[in-house]
């Protein structure tokens, strides 16, 4: 490619022990519709073939070779930024490759909008022999007003002028690229999804778990700084309900697990969360007052809650609303409420930490705890079983079903007071990694409890 000319667009490719599947992605960029382009391929520290593979492409003229030693995503990702000349940029991981119309139709994009900074597609996810599995479709985002699923890392094309008005991606991370930006970037620049598959995300079976449970820790520590740059230090009042075995004989407050209490392990949690003002166990149980203020002391308040409001059949708003008041006698309301059950032991200062950030980063009314569901779900309408949504191919975002788990809820002060409701209004999410999700409802569900309290403790 001549020294004068700019390309208009820039693809870099990143790899690292890839070899196996990096031929098929610098093949689908080279292969485009698109010809005004170049292609920088990066190699991170690869042991393997990838080098011998690479130097073959570096013949092409519209090819710029880097070798690197175990640099990670983001310095590469600002390496790349650096390097590029087109006015649009884009990452494509090496086990994945482009539509052959990619480049044409996202740069088309953008070249028609000069106000838009960033367009991502659907794609089509296949396994790691190349089979697709499924296309997933992402929602019209004109219809879009909640931006907290983020674009896909990889195939995103962003324009570069507002790439490097951001200052590129933040070095702290070595994962996570897309989220990170993501939440910089909606803040100040219009983001666009287009509507088609572009390009084809391999999924690597046997790193799925240890991969989301590094994502989700990346994830809540992007949260977690961005909030700290929006605004000044967010505090929040938990409150824990308890009924206790008083009003509940059933109650498992006072259930040993790991040695120590159930209702222990999410009083101490809470306390360690840093965004957390003050707790409060609300309970008509003086049984559990007096294990409260024995073991925690003067730390966490407790609300002697009237029996009328612990009954079975009592909405659980009524004891937050109480447990509000009696506080506020004393004390300056913070304008987020927590509300912890303590039914869900292995969620965290962090799980906490997290979902309050989001309230606040996303300006929702509420947020949950969830895990996403890919199982089928049925329902009887009256002839039989019919799927609660689609059994195809096809995974589209409108129908992704969530589940809620960890016994989590925060909710802003106001939005509580005014329509006596622990949830509802514009409904955010945090996701939780399967160990924080558990919640304790049956003889399995403890089982499965002790089992990862032994494990931890033998591993300690």
């Given at each position: ?7 208009r ?9 890839y070899?196996?599947y ?6 689908s ?24 593979l690479?130097?073959?492409y ?7 070779t ?19 000349r ?14 052959a ?10 070249d028609?909008?000069p ?20 296309a997933?479709?992402r ?5 879009v ?9 990889a ?21 996570q ?47 977690k700084?961005?909030a ?16 206790g ?20 392990w ?18 008509p ?5 007096k ?7 003067g ?18 708003e ?51 705890a969830v ?22 191919r096809l ?8 589940r809620e ?27 939780l ?14 089982k ?13």
């Amino acid at each position: 490619m001549p020294v004068s000319t700019s390309p208009r667009v820039t693809v870099y490719i990143t790899n690292h022990n890839y070899a196996n599947y990096l031929g098929r992605a610098v093949d689908s960029v080279l292969s485009q519709t698109l010809d005004n382009f170049e292609l920088i391929v990066i190699d991170d520290g690869s042991t393997d073939n990838s080098r011998e593979l690479i130097e073959k492409y570096a013949e092409n003229d519209k090819v710029i070779t880097i070798f690197q030693h175990n640099k990670g995503l983001n310095v590469t990702n600002n390496i790349a930024l650096r390097a590029a000349r087109g006015d649009y940029i884009m990452r494509l991981d090496a086990d994945d490759w482009l539509d052959a119309h990619a480049l044409e139709i996202l740069g088309g994009a953008l070249d028609r909008d000069p106000d838009l900074g960033l367009v991502f597609p659907d794609y089509y996810l296949v396994d790691e022999a190349g089979e697709v599995l499924e296309a997933v479709r992402r929602h019209d985002f004109d219809n879009v007003t909640l931006h907290d699923q983020p674009a896909h890392g990889a195939c995103t094309m962003i324009r570069r002028s507002f790439l490097l008005e951001i200052d590129g991606y933040d070095e702290n991370f070595r994962c996570q690229d897309g989220y990170d930006l993501w939440i910089r970037f909606i803040k100040h620049f219009k983001v666009q999804n287009i509507n088609l598959p572009l390009f084809y995300y391999r999924q690597h079976e046997a790193s799925l778990t240890r991969d989301e449970n590094r994502i989700l820790d990346t994830r809540a520590e992007i949260i977690k700084r961005q909030a700290k740059l929006d605004r000044q230090k967010i505090s929040a009042l938990a409150i824990i309900p308890v009924r206790g075995p008083a009003a509940n004989p059933s109650s498992v407050a006072l259930t040993p697990l790991g040695g120590k209490y159930l209702i222990d392990w999410t009083i101490q949690e809470a306390l360690e969360a840093d965004c957390i003002k003050d707790v409060i166990v609300t309970t008509p149980d003086a049984a559990i007052i007096k294990h409260v203020d024995n073991v925690f002391g003067g730390t966490v308040i407790c609300v002697e809650r009237d029996s009328k409001l612990a009954r079975p059949n009592t909405y659980i708003e009524g004891a937050l609303l109480d447990a509000m008041e009696t506080y506020g006698r004393n004390n300056d309301l913070p304008d987020t409420i927590v509300h912890l059950s303590i039914r869900s032991p292995f969620r965290t200062a962090r799980h906490i930490n997290t979902a309050v950030d989001m309230l606040h980063l996303f300006e929702t009314d509420t947020v949950i705890a969830v895990r996403p569901e890919t199982d089928i779900f049925f329902q009887h309408d009256g002839n039989g079983l019919v799927p609660v949504r689609k059994v195809s191919r096809l995974q589209l975002e409108r129908e992704g079903i969530f589940r809620e788990v960890g016994g989590l809820r925060v909710i802003r002060r106001e939005f509580l007071e005014k329509e006596k409701s622990n949830l509802g209004g514009r409904i955010g999410h945090v996701i939780l990694d399967q160990k924080a999700a558990l919640n304790l409802n049956s003889e399995l569900d403890w089982k499965t409890a002790e089992s990862l309290v032994s494990e931890h403790q033998t591993n300690a």
